[in-house]
T-cell receptor, first 111, second 114 residues
Framework: RKEVEQDPGPFNVPEGATVAFNCTYSNSASQSFFWYRQDCRKEPKLLMSVYSSGNEDGRFTAQLNRASQYISLLIRDSKLSDSATYLCVVNIDDSSYKLIFGSGTRLLVRP | DTAVSQTPKYLVTQMGNDKSIKCEQNLGHDTMYWYKQDSKKFLKIMFSYNNKELIINETVPNRFSPKSPDKAHLNLHINSLELGDSAVYFC?????????????FGPGTRLTVL
C-alpha cells in the first residue's frame, strides 16, 4: 500500500464550480499534513497546511480526519488559474522533517 | 533574487557519464533536500542535510553522492549515469530549527540520460 494515495484525476470542471480532492495516508503516526500545488513543468509550492480542526484560506478549505487517516481539499468558485496538480503531503517524522508526497490529483478548470 | 536556484536547468547526457547538479538557497535556511520526480510524477525524497550534516538518506544507489559545502549549498553528483536516472531533480530548503512547515523548492533540473 502506498504511504499517501490520491485519485490522479483529471478532474475537469467549469469555472465557478466547487471541487473536492481526497487523500489517504497509511502511517497513523504521521505528524503534519499539507497540500502543495504543482503547475506543469514547475516546482511544487505550498498551498496550505492542514490542521486538525480544519482550516480555510480564501476559496480553499482543508480538512483532516485522523481516525480515518484521510485529508481533503475543497476549492470553491474555481478559477482558470486553479488548473494544476494538487499534491497531498504528509510528514511522518517531525525530527527530520521527511515529507511523503502523493502522486497528485490533476485539476483542469475550463471556461 | 531567486530563493532556491539550481543549475543546470536541463541536462542531457550519455549513459555511463558522471554529472553534477548544483543548488543554492539564499533564504538562510538550515536544511536542504534533494528530491527525484519520475515520469509518473512521484516526488520522492533522496537526501536531506541539516547544517551540513546528513539527516535523511533514502534507499538511493551509491552512485548518487550529495555534498554540502555550507548551509546555503547542496550539490548532487551522479556517477555512471543509467537510463533510469532520467527524471526531474528538485532541490528544496526549509528552516528545521524553527519547526516551520514550508519547504521551498528550486525550479528543478530535467535530466535525460540517452
Amino acid at each position: 500500500r502506498k504511504e499517501v494515495e490520491q485519485d490522479p484525476g483529471p478532474f475537469n470542471v467549469p469555472e465557478g464550480a466547487t471541487v473536492a480532492f481526497n487523500c489517504t495516508y497509511s502511517n497513523s503516526a504521521s505528524q503534519s499534513f499539507f497540500w502543495y500545488r504543482q503547475d506543469c513543468r514547475k516546482e511544487p509550492k505550498l498551498l496550505m497546511s492542514v490542521y486538525s480542526s480544519g482550516n480555510e484560506d480564501g476559496r480553499f478549505t482543508a480538512q483532516l480526519n485522523r481516525a480515518s487517516q484521510y485529508i481533503s481539499l475543497l476549492i470553491r468558485d474555481s478559477k482558470l488559474s486553479d488548473s494544476a496538480t494538487y499534491l497531498c503531503v504528509v510528514n511522518i517524522d517531525d525530527s527530520s522533517y521527511k515529507l511523503i508526497f502523493g502522486s497528485g490529483t490533476r485539476l483542469l478548470v475550463r471556461p | 533574487d531567486t530563493a532556491v536556484s539550481q543549475t543546470p536547468k536541463y541536462l542531457v547526457t550519455q549513459m555511463g557519464n558522471d554529472k553534477s547538479i548544483k543548488c543554492e538557497q539564499n533564504l538562510g535556511h538550515d536544511t536542504m533536500y534533494w528530491y527525484k520526480q519520475d515520469s509518473k510524477k512521484f516526488l520522492k525524497i533522496m537526501f536531506s542535510y541539516n547544517n551540513k550534516e546528513l539527516i535523511i538518506n533514502e534507499t538511493v544507489p551509491n552512485r548518487f553522492s550529495p555534498k554540502s559545502p555550507d548551509k546555503a549549498h547542496l550539490n548532487l553528483h551522479i556517477n555512471s549515469l543509467e537510463l533510469g536516472d532520467s527524471a526531474v531533480y528538485f532541490c528544496a530548503s526549509s528552516q528545521l530549527a524553527d519547526r516551520t512547515d514550508t519547504q521551498y523548492f528550486g525550479p528543478g533540473t530535467r535530466l535525460t540520460v540517452l
